[in-house]
């Protein structure tokens, strides 16, 4: 098993820690206790987190335990002594968790770096609130107990050392253990690589200059050329930039040179103030760089999107249009030519309601307007096309509003599909379903509707009869010949009666051999002359078999006028006494309901 490979790392990993962790707070103890009390550096705890962070849970016994382990050794050789290593290591550990746990609670899964920037604030108030708050009053007691350093200055030393450590370091080290330096060794070019490291060493330049060289305090200078880095390359680049302004800037401050040397006050009060410049550094650049690779990530998402658009609307047999929010057409497929008969280029620049039927658009102008009201809804709507175009009758337009990075809309993209067929079909069904398929009368549904549209139009003054008629001796028809024969008796009927009947008047067949004729606009006097033809008609012109017998058939009938009062079921009971009476006095004749 080679020491490089991951099962090897994974199980050192606490040893691995523990022996970092030592390094780093032997060192903070050896350079910057300058008050004989707590560290004014401290790196060590930003590492503990950051493997914490990066670890699984199960993971976590181990890494604590070398960690304080660690702890423990380095106070009680270069800090306070044994008295103070285990309550030290205690307090530290209970800062790193503190921090850690409230992270995995509020923001489980998420790195750093991602763009919305809440995981950063949510560590950055753990950090500064309740981990620091608490573990800098307990930390405080045990140095004010064990050194000459009051209480204040101590929760001062401690507050000020392990948030700006932390919140300078810990998510540099939680980037660098998540993977982003891989990550962006693997996603960058080499040309970006060379001026990731020009800028790099550009900055170092200027960060000497301006800690060693320069004669005035210009710590401004730093921060053009920190955010052209994060501009330019991203979390890790910035990251890098911290990292070289705190090892320059933090190595001139103690040997007495640059800025923060001039500010009046102990060498520990000169820390505290570097530490703060390193923070709102890392504050400034590391948002600045989580929303350029937001935005760069959203374009990268549009380009891909935008050639997959292109693609589908280029090869698809549906006409795809682009709209400003004013219904203006910006693009259109190629498929236009062959849909709407019109090449692309002639449709840009005019309003889409210009190739809309008169009688749809209105329909078609609000489903517009309701797909810009309402961005994530999809509007659909059925429409007749104004230009002439060759088995083209119907068309189904669906939109949706095409938002910016506000979710405001810019206007739609709709997609236009041949309706045509579906249409034919829908009338076939419509047809089929309103008409009786042996006789071609009007079903008995259809027939009613029409009933009730005419009994509505006699509310408002309108004159119309219903005529409710049956085959006599129909039964005795079928059982003679068959119910084929019987059949195109029904057939023959309904055809020998049309003639007879005007263009307004319907007939339906309401069941069996019993029909019903609707006589629009006429009383009853002319109603009952009418049904006397149909009944001259019917009786004087027997009707054939294929054999060329010759069958009589005759038909009695109920006549009422419709009424605004009466609904349609009092109307064919009205009607139906009086068949039944005209039945019962001899058949072959009408008689009127009462």
């Known amino acids: 098993m080679s020491l490089s490979s991951p099962s090897f790392v994974s199980r050192f990993a606490p040893l691995i820690a523990g022996v970092a962790y030592f390094l780093l707070a032997t060192i903070a103890l050896l350079i910057s206790r300058f008050e004989g009390g707590l560290a004014y550096i401290w790196l060590a705890n930003a590492l503990l987190m950051a493997e914490l962070q990066r670890s699984q849970t199960r993971q976590w016994p181990g890494i604590i335990l070398c960690c304080g382990i660690a702890s423990m050794i380095s106070t009680s050789l270069f800090g306070m002594g044994p008295i103070a290593a285990a309550p030290m290591a205690l307090i530290n550990i209970a800062e790193a968790l503190i921090v850690v746990l409230l992270c995995r609670r509020f923001e489980p899964d998420r790195h750093l770096t991602d763009p919305s920037k809440r995981p950063l604030l949510v560590f950055v108030l753990a950090l500064s609130i309740p981990a620091n708050v608490i573990a800098g009053l307990a930390a405080a007691y045990v140095a004010s107990s064990l050194t000459p350093v009051t209480f204040g200055a101590s929760w001062l030393q401690w507050y000020s050392g392990h948030v700006l450590g932390g919140l300078t370091f810990a998510p540099i080290l939680m980037m660098f253990f998540q993977g982003e330096a891989r990550r962006w060794s693997r996603e960058t070019s080499r040309k970006s690589k060379w001026e990731a490291l020009g800028l790099l060493i550009f900055f170092a330049a200027v960060t000497v200059h301006v800690f060693y060289l320069a004669r005035y305090p210009m710590l401004f200078v730093l921060l053009l050329p920190m955010v052209a880095i994060a501009f330019r390359t991203g979390y890790l680049g910035a990251a890098a930039s911290v990292v070289i302004l705190a090892v320059i800037g933090g190595g001139a401050t103690m040997m007495g040179h640059g800025p923060f040397h001039m500010v009046p006050g102990t060498l520990g009060e000169r820390i ?15 948002p600045v760089a989580a929303e350029l690779n ?5 374009f990268q998402m549009l380009q891909e999107s935008e050639a997959r658009y292109r693609a589908i609307a280029e090869h698809s047999g549906d006409v795809v249009l682009e709209l400003g929010v004013d219904g203006v057409i910006q693009y259109a497929s190629p498929s236009a030519i062959d849909q709407l008969g019109c090449e692309p280029d002639m449709l840009i620049g005019r309003d889409a309601a210009d190739f809309v039927d008169p009688q749809d658009r209105a329909e078609v102008a609000r489903s517009h307007r309701r797909a810009l009201a309402h961005p994530g809804e999809v509007q659909t709507v059925e429409f007749r096309p104004g230009l002439h175009v060759a088995d083209l009758d119907w068309c189904e337009m669906v939109t ?9 809309p810019t206007g739609v993209i709709s997609t236009i599909r041949d309706m045509s067929r579906h249409k034919a079909r829908q009338r076939a069904l419509q047809r089929a379903a309103s008409t009786d398929s042996l006789t071609g009368a009007d079903s008995r549904s259809a027939f009613l509707e029409k009933l009730e549209g005419e009994i509505r139009r006699a509310a408002a003054g309108e004159r119309s009869c219903l005529l409710l008629i049956d085959i006599d001796h129909f039964k005795s028809v079928n059982d003679r010949y068959g119910h084929i024969i019987g059949d195109k008796i029904l057939s023959g009927f309904v055809s020998r009666l049309r003639p007879g009947l005007r263009g307004m008047d319907s007939i339906g067949r309401l069941g069996g051999e019993e029909f019903a004729i609707l006589l629009v606009g006429v009383d009853v006097h002319r109603a009952s002359m009418i049904c006397e033809r149909l009944r001259d008609s019917v009786s004087t012109h027997p009707m054939r078999t294929d054999t060329g017998e010759a069958i009589s058939v005759t038909f009695s009938a109920g006549l009422v006028e419709l009424k605004s009062a009466a609904g349609a079921t009092e109307l064919l009971e009205a009607a139906d006494k009086a068949l039944y009476r005209a039945k019962n006095g001899g058949r072959n004749c009408l008689r009127l309901a009462a």
């Open 272 to 286: 505290q103030f570097l530490q703060l410049f390193l923070s709102f550094s890392f504050l400034l650049t590391i």
């Open 400 to 408: 949706r509003a095409v938002v910016d990075e506000r979710g405001m």
């Open 294 to 298: 937001r935005r760069r990530r959203l």
